[in-house]
């Protein structure tokens, strides 16, 4: 089949080359030169090329402009647009990567607008005179933080999620607290108590155990196994502010009663049984 579409091919060329040569060019005698210059050509990549040159050689098309810019003028002002251009791309790309590498700067009155959005306070590294593990109080209080609700009394610990701009034994405000209560009284915010405020210190920072996330698509053979490690913060729970606290009482102490003496009863003695005598006969 390929040799027979070859040959197809030439004739179909050869018909065209007839048909475009006019008469008198191919009854015209061949002079010397001529075939001198056929025998002296260098052969061709093209077998058909020498024979059948069908289009006579033209000279080169050049293009008339109405500056008075040479060609060289004009490959020198493209080369140096190239470099313009590579040196901008350079710029671009090194802002870039400057601009990622630097985070944004803050400053601290966007720190605290960012604070006190997740519904927390910085206040400043821990004293060594704060009491942190104090005597426990039956007073229990619901707090907001983010988008999680904690049930909280004093000396309790919780993990959130990390929370931004604390450190480790930075002593912290909650301020979005839903609800007080103790054994009297019960609190309700509408959303939030204006004057309560639990208060806490920042014990660690921490990661969640590992999830594993896994995606398939069936029949497509499409599967992606991610793991993800969320990022935590331990708050120890120092105070809660904004309710009345009950009072302690010292517990009664009870005099401890005296154990009657216990009556041992007297001993009595024993009867001494008679010996059993023997008669001789």
């Known amino acids: 089949m390929a040799n027979r579409r070859c040959f197809q091919t030439i004739t179909r060329y050869l018909h065209s080359v007839k048909i475009l040569t006019p008469l008198s060019q191919t009854l015209a005698p061949i002079s010397t030169t001529a075939v001198n210059q056929t025998l002296t050509a260098k052969p061709s990549h093209n077998i058909f090329a020498n024979e059948f040159n069908v289009y006579p050689s ?19 002002d493209e080369d140096d647009d190239d470099d313009d251009d590579e040196e901008d791309d350079e710029d671009f790309e090194g802002e870039e990567d400057h601009s990622d590498n ?35 109080e039956p007073v229990f209080a619901v707090v907001q933080i983010g988008s999680h609700q904690f049930k909280v009394s004093n000396r309790d610990t919780i993990y959130v999620e990390k929370l931004k701009h604390c450190d480790v034994n930075d002593k912290v405000v909650l301020n979005k ?26 014990e660690e920072h921490a990661l969640d155990a590992k999830v594993i996330i896994f ?19 331990k ?47």
Not at 58 to 76: A, G, V
Not at 109 to 126: N, Q, T
Not at 238 to 264: F, N, S
């Open 235 to 281: 708050l120890r729970i120092t105070d809660i502010q904004g309710i009345e606290k009950p009072e302690k009482i010292a517990p009664l102490k009870t005099e401890k009663k005296e154990k009657p003496e216990k009556i041992t009863p007297l001993k009595t003695e024993k009867k001494e049984k008679p010996e059993k005598m023997t008669v001789e006969a």
């Open 102 to 136: 630097q985070s944004p700067v803050l400053s601290a009155e966007d720190k605290e607008k960012e604070a006190a959005e997740i519904g927390y306070k910085v206040i400043g590294p821990l004293q060594k005179s704060d009491r942190v593990f104090v005597d426990y």
């Open 177 to 202: 607290v839903l609800l007080l209560g103790s054994q009297t009284q019960t609190i309700i915010g509408r959303p939030i108590l204006p004057d309560a405020a639990v208060h806490a210190v920042v």
């Open 215 to 233: 995606k398939k698509k069936r029949r497509k053979n499409y599967r992606r196994t991610k793991g993800h490690r969320q990022e935590l913060t």
């Open 58 to 76: 033209s000279p080169p098309f050049t293009r008339n402009f109405s500056s008075k810019h040479t060609d060289s003028e004009e490959d020198d």
